[in-house]
């Protein structure tokens, strides 16, 4: 008889944990988060993320050692931990002493918003845990399962890539001059890039390489060779005509930790013996398991967890509907966000039986349970030794290529890819196509079943019930038989299947086909076989030219879909099936030598070689400032990257603090009727549900007064919330919110923008526009041309979903919000009114949040005010921090826009005429909307003259979320309008693109259509662009793209070169105001608090700059805690890209007043330190303590009367973008990207650089895979959480990126702080350039398609858009006719 053990034991951070009483319901983060490692995040709750990643560690028996690698703890059940070690963040090190791969992400602005940061850190070190040498590329791609908003990725990349050179490992050296020096050039050099002694870049990306040559400026030398440092501007290398990117990146490297594998922690030998079976009869012995669950409302009541293959299925036999878990990828989702219960599950992990690898004569027995890492390398060893046998094997690596991120390879197992039988299986089509055996194992015998028999239906199988899965067979390939496989998904890395397919054909010694298979997922309920596409093949001559047509008319007939199929994009499916077969066909015949194929066909069909990225920045020194300037790492990157920096879910509980969750609406539009909450009320925990009568002050909000709280009487979207839970934790309220039963009378809704213009459902309000007489220049136009422009939605996905906790104070209504937003007072004022209290009792705390980017300035209030409104009710602290499923449903996106048009002409491309009506979707309330659309207006001339103009915008009200702000607010909107109208223009006229907008960009004197003159002094946009022509080489590069084109079928390049100008300024006077308060302690610190919230942009590093300079202090002096709205009243949101020059102004003038009041001590005392000198006046009663306040001066705008200064001055700038695309699947690669950004003169270099590049990549991701969808059937949003919206990874990012600042020409002519310019949003829109290159791309294919219809591509150009677009004969083909197009189509962009 077994005998169970009922408790695990495991180990974190070296410190052993044994636990009794598991939580089956409980995760491995769920755990580590309560015990206080809170380093360890929760992004997404799907293992899509990977902010949550740790290191697992495990004894391997058969190997003899440990083995390490990440996972996501967001989906690692705790019950499976026993025998195993994690490590987390804090683990490594910490802010004081931090582990090197910490330092470096720290010093090399790797960190912004720091929600993420510790993920990567994990993937990086357990990289180098495993193999402390790796390459570039395998850094690169060891963060494939890691998403980051905020950085746009390079600055991670270049810190992780110091790890892949022994130089860099070792660390640099500081000597006693203070000259910084890479260990092997101690005595040779100063340890500067390029330095004139060394003559070697440093191993960081030599910003100055081009095609592989450096072009490092040479230096002159002193007698003794490098001057290090001694001759200063005279001719250093270290100043003179240095990119001083280089020079402050080298300064960073300077200070590296050596990096020393071998002293790296230990495997805890303890559990080694304890997973051998070692331990001695008094210590804890490794037993089979048995955890039951002791808490009530449990929804796994127990868990087995065998050792033996025998003890596994005697617990299937006992219990034949147990769920079997090995990874828990699938299970888990499928619980949390499906919410299906599974009351018995058998942890199937430590069964070393289903881990086994055993060759056979013909093929190959893999343990359905061996990890898809460990598949994958098994695989790889496979393929080096059996390169004649090895088809099927390469194929399987093809599909894993691009399967799910490193964290979910690591845990997810075979058996999980094959039992799930999931239609869009990566792996299933390739056993299919191979004709593979399952081995199916039960109590009473096993069973050999051919995977062809295996999938019955939908997530059905030939599984009997006490059946398990035990082998899979993979046959040897055998002489001239091919086998490929074949993906394509919304992203290339990371991302779920659209259609996935593997294809095999052997041929005889003639060439005649003797057998072919072709399997697809994605095409059908189950992965199927196309039957009569094999048929069709075999007897015939491959090569044969008539035979390509055959079978893709074969595929066609036997796979179209119908146009309301699940999963929608039918005709992309079945266009990407037949596409795969012309490459499949390509692909053998080249292989088999069959046919006449030429070798760049070849080449153009096969998957793209990845090659590492790497990225320049440059910029000139700042000579005339101590501080301001200075590319001055983030101040609180090391805390970040350590895991200490706290955001709102890592508060400990305050008191007997309460869990909030949200009853949403099921309908996009209905009256409720009824709220039943009987049943939750009697639930554990439960202490009430809170509807909108419970509101005690105003249930009324937003700034148009147009949203209720908690409605009354109708809901406007689907996820609206009706009523609000408050539990003693966040598992009963959640479980309690499912037992809320809502009565609805269902109305009709509306949720397409188009669908809104239709039927007129539009807001009162509307922004116009008018300079010159229309009519009269589109009649005198040589060319006119009339059309239409649409951009859709974008997620924030703020890694940080919204949160807040909010604590009663016990008397007078006072209350602590601690809070994600960007608007604390906004926050502040909405609480005290709904809570029927002044606002003098409601304090707002933001320390940082998570990443913002506009997403929470608004909605964010509506998340505190319903935690507030449960801690009045309940007088304890209530906490709610949203799941990212809910984020995503109740908070705004970025409007979707939709524009009529009419342009007038030259026939040389001179504009002269626009009439343009621009409608937003606002969703269901104002919100921002006006705001939004002011900026969009105003924006629609982007850089060019229009002639004359009539423009104007309104706002449609929809049943979805109310949209709200998003970086660039409406700007890349109005832009992106234009831009595609004047591609279309110049397709009508026959003229190139870049000619009409360079012939119709402003020159200095030039007047909006806003009546704002752009000044000579701060108009730089022909300048910028004339020099990026020239440094970029476009000519050049543009003669080899068409030449490329020319000579390529299959696959197209394209070039863009887009300009932006960007107004900064809010659009409501009185929001452009800065205010700070500065206190000078008598030990020489200072603490500043100022308006302005921190959310990853380096806002808290900047207004410390400039204290610190206007100070005179060492930055080390200053500190900013928080923002609070006890120390900084009545304050703007963190918006519009103007925080910098309104709370740094503010931030300057208090500083400054201080500056004078202490400047008669410091001349007294000359030599004295600061803290001398504060103590000193503070002795003789000075005030040590200034409020300082700044407004923008002469701002103010009437839309009515179109005058008046509607922004303070313009941020601009230039992208030239270069893609390739596969013309047959839609997918592209962006070759290189080179931006120059006129950003004042900057208050922080680096930062400003980041910033630049992290709103270049979430452009690029609103333009090209981001795509949000809604449900016509139900208005739900189909595109929730990580797993279906798809944001840029790391490996989407350009290969070769280029930025620079340019250096103002009059450097102090701003009236900004210190010259500089706000630039948060303004970069966004640039990457629109690659939207532009693609469609550069689409028109060459489209050239070569001989397509004669005019292009309208719409954004985001996903790889549907991009493949349909083309036009060949496949998508002709797979056009479903405008007749059979009846019936709701599945998802709709909004």
């Known amino acids: 008889m077994t005998v169970f053990g009922t408790g695990i034991l495991f180990y974190v951070n070296g410190t052993q944990v044994t636990i009794d009483d598991v939580d089956l319901d409980m995760t491995l983060l769920q755990y580590l988060r309560s015990t206080g490692l809170t380093g360890t995040k929760l992004g997404c709750g799907e293992g899509g993320c990977g902010a949550c990643t740790v290191m697992v560690s495990t004894y391997n ?60 850190v994990m993937s990086l070190y357990t990289l180098l845990r495993n193999n402390p040498k790796p390459t570039e590329l395998d850094i690169e791609e060891c963060f494939d399962g890691n998403l980051c908003r905020c950085t746009g990725y390079r600055p991670i990349l270049d810190a992780a890539k110091t790890f892949a050179s022994d130089a860099w490992k070792a660390g640099a050296n500081v000597g006693k001059d203070g000259i910084a020096r890479a260990p092997e050039t101690e005595s040779k050099g100063c340890g500067i890039e390029g330095c004139c002694q060394t003559k070697k870049p440093f191993s960081l990306p030599d910003p100055a390489r081009v095609n592989g040559v450096s072009e490092a400026s040479e230096c002159a030398k002193t007698s003794e060779g490098c001057c290090k440092g001694a001759k200063g501007s005279e001719g250093c290398c270290k100043t003179k005509d240095a990119n001083w990117a280089n020079v402050e990146k080298s300064e960073a490297v300077a200070k590296f930790r050596a990096y020393d594998a071998t002293q790296e922690p230990i495997f805890p030998p303890f559990l080694a013996r304890y997973v051998r079976g070692e331990t001695e009869s008094a210590e804890a012995q490794r037993r089979e398991l048995h955890l039951r669950a002791t808490q009530d409302d449990a929804q796994c009541t127990q868990v087995f967890r065998p050792l033996t293959l025998d003890s596994l299925l005697e617990i299937v036999t006992e219990h034949p509907t147990a769920k079997l878990v090995a990874g828990n990828s699938e299970v888990g989702v499928e619980i949390k966000f499906k919410r299906t219960q ?414 809104a213009v239709a ?114 009710h309940t007088g304890q602290a209530v906490r709610l921090v949203l799941d990212r499923d809910v984020d995503m449903q109740m908070s705004g996106q970025r409007h979707p826009f939709y524009a009529t048009w009419t342009v007038g002409a030259t026939r040389t491309g001179e504009l002269r005429a626009l009439r343009m009506r621009l409608y937003s979707n606002g969703g269901f309330s104002h919100d921002l909307s006006m705001g939004v659309l002011e900026r969009a207006v105003s924006h629609v001339d982007n850089c060019y003259r229009l002639g004359a103009a009539d423009i104007v915008g309104r706002v449609c009200r929809t049943n979805t979320q109310s949209n709200t702000a998003f970086r660039s607010f409406g700007g890349c909107q109005g832009m ?43 108009w730089n946009v022909p300048r910028m662009w004339d020099q990026l022509e020239r440094e970029a080489e476009v000519a050049v590069r543009r003669a080899e793209i068409d030449e490329f084109n020319r000579t390529t079928q299959f696959r197209k390049r394209g070039l863009a070169m887009v300009p932006t100008k960007f107004g900064i300024s809010f659009g409501v006077k009185h929001l452009n105001q800065g205010m700070s308060l500065v206190h000078v302690y008598m030990d020489g610190s200072v603490l500043v608090a100022h308006g302005g919230t921190e959310m990853g942009q380096g806002l808290h590093t900047k207004m410390a700059q400039i204290a610190a300079e206007t100070l005179d202090v060492p930055l080390s002096t200053i500190f900013i805690s928080e923002t609070a709205t006890n120390t900084a009243a009545n304050t703007s949101p ?104 006129d950003v004042g003169r900057s208050l922080n270099k680096a930062i400003d650089i980041g910033q630049i590049e992290g709103a270049f990549a979430q452009g690029q991701g609103w333009c090209t895979t981001e ?83 005019p292009l309208h591509m719409e954004c985001p150009a996903t790889a549907e858009v991009l493949r349909m677009a083309c036009e060949d004969d496949i998508v002709e083909l797979t056009r479903i006719p405008h007749e059979q197009r009846q019936g709701v189509p599945f998802a709709v962009r909004i």
């Open 61 to 120: 028996v058969d190997l003899g050692r440990p083995t390490h690698a990440t996972a996501n703890a967001c989906l690692y059940p705790l019950y499976a931990m026993d025998g195993k070690h994690v490590v987390t963040v804090e683990g490594l090190g910490s802010a004081k002493h931090p582990h090197p791969v910490q330092q470096r992400i720290a010093l090399l602005h790797g960190s912004q918003c720091g929600f993420c940061t510790p993920g990567f």
């Open 976 to 1018: 992106i309008m234009t831009e595609s109208m004047l591609c279309e223009l110049a397709d009508h006229i026959n003229v190139p693109i870049e000619h009409i907008r360079r012939i119709n960009m402003y020159n200095a004197g030039d007047v909006t259509p806003f009546s704002q003159p752009l000044l000579a002094e701060d």
């Open 759 to 872: 039927q007129g459902a539009l807001f009162a309000e509307e922004r116009k526009l008018v300079r010159g007489d229309v009519d009269a220049a589109l009649a005198a136009s040589d060319v006119t041309l009339s059309g239409t422009s649409y951009c859709g939605a974008q997620e924030h996905f703020y890694l940080e979903t919204m949160g807040a906790v909010a604590v009663p104070k016990g008397e007078n209504g006072e209350m602590d919000l601690y809070a994600s937003t960007q608007n604390p007072t906004e926050a502040q004022m909405v609480c005290a009114e709904a809570l029927g209290v002044p606002a003098a009792r409601i304090v707002c705390h933001v320390k940082r949040m998570g990443g913002g980017f506009g997403g929470k300035e608004s909605r964010a209030v509506l998340v505190s005010t319903l935690a507030a409104l449960g801690a009045q």
């Open 1267 to 1349: 795509e949000f969808l809604y449900s016509p059937a139900t208005g739900r949003l189909l595109t929730q959480g990580p797993g279906n919206y798809k944001i840029p990874s790391a490996l989407d990012i350009p290969r070769d990126l280029r930025v620079s600042l340019m250096e103002p020409e009059q450097p102090n002519a701003l009236k900004t702080i210190f010259s500089s310019k706000g630039i948060g949003e303004p970069p966004l829109f640039l990457g629109a350039s690659v939207f532009f290159a693609l469609r550069d791309a689409v028109m060459a294919a489209r050239k070569n398609n001989d397509a004669k219809s």
């Open 1134 to 1237: 963190t918006a519009a890209s103007a925080s910098s020059d309104l709370n740094g102004y503010a931030v300057y003038n208090a500083c400054k007043v201080l500056a004078d009041r202490l400047r008669p001590y410091r001349e007294r005392m000359h030599d004295a330190s600061f803290a001398a000198i504060a103590k000193t006046a503070y002795l003789d009663r000075v005030k040590l303590s200034e409020a300082g306040h700044y407004a923008t001066p002469d701002i103010g705008f009437s839309w009515a009367e179109n005058s008046g200064l509607l922004y303070f001055y313009f941020t601009q700038g230039v992208a030239l973008a270069e893609v390739e695309l596969d013309v047959l699947t839609g997918s592209h690669t962006t070759r290189r990207v080179d931006i120059i950004m």
């Open 342 to 755: 599974f009351a018995t599950q058998v942890y199937v992990g430590d069964v070393p039986e289903l881990r086994t690898v055993e060759r056979c004569a013909n093929g190959v027995e893999f343990g359905v349970n061996i990890t898809l890492a460990r598949f994958e390398h098994e695989l790889r060893a496979l393929s080096r030794e059996l390169p004649e046998q090895s088809q099927c094997y390469a194929a399987l690596l093809e599909a894993l290529r691009f399967f799910a991120g490193n964290q979910i390879r690591n845990v997810a197992t075979v058996a999980g890819n094959i039992a799930t039988a999931s239609p869009i299986s990566d792996l299933n089509p390739v056993f299919l196509a191979a004709g593979s055996v399952l081995t199916l194992v039960s109590a009473s015998g096993s069973r050999q079943v051919p995977i062809s028999e295996f999938f019955l239906g939908y997530r059905r199988t030939a599984l009997a019930p006490g059946e398990i899965l035990h082998k899979v067979f993979v046959p040897h390939s055998r002489p001239r038989e091919i086998v490929r496989a074949f993906k394509q998904a919304k992203r290339k890395d990371d991302d779920i299947a659209i259609v996935t397919c593997a294809m095999r054909v052997r041929v005889d010694d003639a060439g005649r086909v003797e057998e072919a298979a072709y399997a697809f997922g994605g095409m059908a309920p189950t992965t199927v076989l196309a039957k009569s596409v094999g048929a069709a093949s075999v007897g015939t001559t491959w090569g044969d030219a008539a035979l390509l047509g055959q079978l893709v008319a074969a595929c066609h007939a036997e796979l179209q879909l119908p146009y309301t199929v699940p999963g929608g994009m039918a005709e992309y499916r079945t266009a990407l099936a037949c596409s795969f077969v012309r490459k499949f066909w390509t692909l053998s015949c080249a292989a088999l030598g069959s046919g006449d194929i030429e070798p760049q066909i070849v080449s153009e069909m096969e998957e793209d070689e990845r090659t590492v990225s790497h990225g320049q920045q440059a910029y000139e020194r700042v000579s005339d400032r101590a501080i301001v300037g200075h590319g001055v790492a983030h101040v609180s990157a090391l805390q970040q990257t350590t895991g200490e920096a706290r955001y709102i879910d890592d508060m400990p509980a305050v008191g007997a603090e309460l869990h909030m969750a949200l009853v949403p609406s099921a309908h996009p539009h209905a009256h409720v009727l009824k709220v039943d909450s009987a049943e939750a009320l009697a639930m554990a925990g439960v202490k009430c549900v809170l509807t909108h009568e419970d509101v005690p002050g105003s249930n009324i909000w937003n700034i148009f007064h147009d949203e209720e709280l908690l409605p009354s009487r109708t809901v406007h979207h689907v996820g609206q919330p009706v009523a609000l839970v408050v539990a003693a934790t966040q598992r009963q309220a959640q479980a309690a919110a499912q037992r809320v039963h809502i009565t609805y009378e269902v109305l009709p809704a509306v949720l397409t923008v188009r669908d």
